[in-house]
C-alpha cells in the first residue's frame, strides 16, 4: 500500500498542502505534531479548525488521525503514538484509501513507518519530582554521563524530554534505545515531500504567523488552560508558545521580551527540524505547494 508523507519545518504550510492532496488521492491524515495531540492546545500548536464527526476528527471533509484527543494533564510518548499512528494505518488500508503521514516531529513520522519496539516506561511522579528540581544544564550533564549516545541527538532546550531520556535510563538501567536508521530510498512505496520556501521566506512566515496567533488570542488559550487545572511547569515543559507565554503571564518576562525570545526559538526549532529532515536522501524539497500535485499524481498510478 502507498504512503504519502508530507514534512517539512514550522509555518511552511504542511497542513493545507496535505489536504489538497488527499482530496485527490482519496486519503485520510496522520497527523505527527507532538503537540497536536493534546485537546485545547489549539492556537499554539496550529492545529487545524476542524470539528468531531462522531469518532472522526474532520477539517475540510478530510478524516484526520492521531489529533486533539489527548487531555494535556496526561503523559503521551512516541512509543504510545507508534501504536496509534499504525493502527490509524492499518484502518485507512482496509478502507481502501491512501494514508497521508503530515508533520514536523520527525521523530514521531519515523516511529509511524517502523516496527521498531520502543521503550514503554510508565511515568513516575516521584522521580519526576526530583529532577523538576534541577537546571536543564545539570538534567543534560546528567543525561549526558547516563546515556551519551541519547545526549548528543536530544533537545538540549526542552526539560520535558530531558526527563523523559531520564526517566526511561533510569527506571531501565539501559540507555534509550534509539530508533533504527530508516533506508529511505529502499522504500519505493512512499512518496516524500517537504515544502521549504528558503530560510528568508520561512522566517517571514514565522513572524507572520506569531502575530497573526497572538491576534487570534493564543495568550488568552494558555490562560484558559492554566485555569483549567495545568501547572505552569507543565505547561512550560511543552515549550514554545506554552512556556514563553506562560513566562509573560507570571510576570517573569515582558510582553516584548516574550515575543522576542519566542521568535528567536520558533526560529531555532524550525533549524532542528530541517537538520532532521536533511538526513532522509528519499525527501523530494519543494519551494511551492503546486509542484507536489503532479509528483502525487505520478506516485499514485505508478
Known sequence: MKIIA?????????????????KKVNGEIISCDSR?????????????????????????GIIHHC?????????????????????ALQEIYKRGHVPILCGGTGQWIDSALQNQKLPEVKPNAKLRKELEKHSIGELFEQLKR??????????????RRLIRALEIVITTGKPVPPL?????????????????PGQDELYKKIDLRLKERIKQGMIK???????QGLPWKRLEDFGLEYKYISLFLQKKLSKEEMTEQLLFAIKHYAKRQMTWFRKNDGIVWLQDAKAAFPLVAEFVKS
Open 36 to 60: 497536536q495531540v493534546y485537546t485545547g492546545m489549539d492556537i499554539g500548536t496550529g492545529k487545524i479548525e476542524g470539528t468531531w464527526k462522531k469518532s472522526n476528527f474532520v477539517y475540510k
Open 180 to 196: 533504527q536508521p530508516i533506508n529511505y530510498n529502499l522504500q519505493p512505496h512512499i512518496l516524500w515531500l517537504a515544502l521549504y
Open 146 to 159: 547516563l546515556d551519551p549516545e541519547r545526549a548528543a541527538v536530544i533537545d538540549v532546550h526542552n526539560p
Open 67 to 87: 489529533i486533539d484527543y489527548i487531555d494535556p494533564k496526561k503523559q503521551y510518548s512516541v512509543s504510545l503514538f507508534q501504536k496509534d499512528a499504525q493502527k
Open 221 to 227: 488559550e494558555v490562560q484558559k488552560l492554566h485555569a
Open 6 to 22: 508530507i514534512v517539512g519545518p514550522t509555518s511552511s504550510g504542511k497542513s493545507e498542502l496535505a489536504v489538497q492532496v488527499a
